[in-house]
C-alpha cells in the first residue's frame, strides 16, 4: 500500500503535522510519512490577498508527486480566486491536497489558545480533503467528516470519522484497480 506523505510547508509547525499521522493512517490503512521539503513557498503567494494560493500549490505538488498521495500543511491563509479562504483545497480522485491551519486556531477569533481543538480541526480538514484525494464528495450527512465546512463552526459540529456510506465508497474505490 502506497502511503501518506505528510509534507510541512513554510513555518508550518512539524509536531502539529506529526499529530495527523495516526488518524490519517487508521482512516485510510495506509502507512503516512512526514516528509521534509524544500519548497520555496513565495512562488505561491498573491500579496495583494496577502495569502496563498491553494490551487497553485496543487498543482505545482502534482509535478512533484511520483504516483504517491501527498497532503501539505500551511500555517499561512490559503484561497482560491472564487473564495476569500479555503480551510484546504484537493484534487478529487487524484493525488494532492492541501490543508491551512491559520483559521482553525482560536487566536483568530479572539478566543484564548486551545491546542486539543486546533489538532481535532486539523485532523477534520486532513481526513476531509484526502477524503476528496481517494475520491469522495461532500456528504449530507452532519456526522460525517466529509460535511462541507465554510466557517469554523462548521468543522467544529461535524463528526471526526466517515459515515457508514462514504467508508463504504472510500474502500470500494481503493479496491478497484
Known sequence: MNPIHLLPLGNADRNLVERLSAPLSQAFLVPVEVETANIDIRRFYDGVREQYNSTAVLQYLRDQASNSRLLAVFKDDLFIPILTYVFGEAELGGSVAVISYH????????????????????????????????????????????????YVEDIDLKGSLFCAPCRRLLFAHRSTP
Open 103 to 150: 483559521r482553525l486556531q482560536n487566536e483568530r477569533y479572539g478566543l484564548p489558545p486551545n491546542p486539543s481543538l486546533l489538532v481535532e480541526r486539523m485532523c477534520k480538514e486532513a481526513l476531509h480533503e484526502m477524503g476528496h484525494v481517494y475520491g469522495l464528495v461532500h456528504c449530507s450527512l452532519q456526522d460525517c467528516v466529509m460535511h462541507a465546512s465554510t
